[in-house]
C-alpha cells in the first residue's frame, strides 16, 4: 500500500512517498509526482518512509528527475535512512543512484 502527501512550503512542493514503490502503486505514484510539477516549484520526494522499493517505483523516480530537467524545475530525493538500499537498487537497475540525480541546472 502506498500513501502520498503533496505539501508546499517554502517555495517547493514537497512530495512525501510513504510505504510500497511497487508496479502495483506505479499509477498512485506517477500521478502524485506529475501533480507536483503543476505549480512550477521546485520539487522534493520525501523517501524517508518508504518500505518496499520495485524497479517499477524506481524507474518512475528517475522519470520524476527527467520531468524536471524538461520543465526548468529543481528535483531533489531526501531518502534518509534508506539513501544505502535505494542507491543499491539503483546500481543493480543500472541506473543514476538517488543522491547522485542533482537538481535541475546543476548537473
Given at each position: 500500500?502506498?500513501?502520498?502527501?503533496t505539501t508546499v512550503a517554502d517555495g517547493e512542493t514537497l512530495v512525501?512517498?510513504?510505504?510500497e514503490l511497487s508496479l502495483a502503486?506505479?499509477?498512485a505514484i506517477r500521478d502524485a509526482l506529475l501533480a507536483a510539477f503543476e505549480d512550477?516549484?521546485?520539487v522534493r520526494v520525501d523517501l524517508r518512509e518508504v518500505s518496499t522499493l520495485e524497479l517499477p517505483?524506481?524507474?518512475l523516480l528517475h522519470a520524476a528527475r527527467a520531468e524536471g530537467v524538461k520543465r526548468g524545475v529543481g528535483v531533489s530525493f531526501d531518502a534518509g535512512d534508506n539513501k544505502t538500499?535505494?542507491?543499491?537498487?539503483?546500481?543493480?537497475a543500472g541506473l543514476a543512484a538517488i543522491?547522485?540525480?542533482?537538481?535541475?541546472?546543476?548537473?
Open positions: 500500500m502506498l500513501e502520498t502527501e512525501a512517498l510513504r510505504g502503486e506505479a499509477h512550477g516549484r521546485s517505483g524506481l524507474q538500499r535505494l542507491d543499491r537498487m539503483c546500481e543493480f543522491s547522485d540525480v542533482a537538481p535541475a541546472g546543476q548537473e
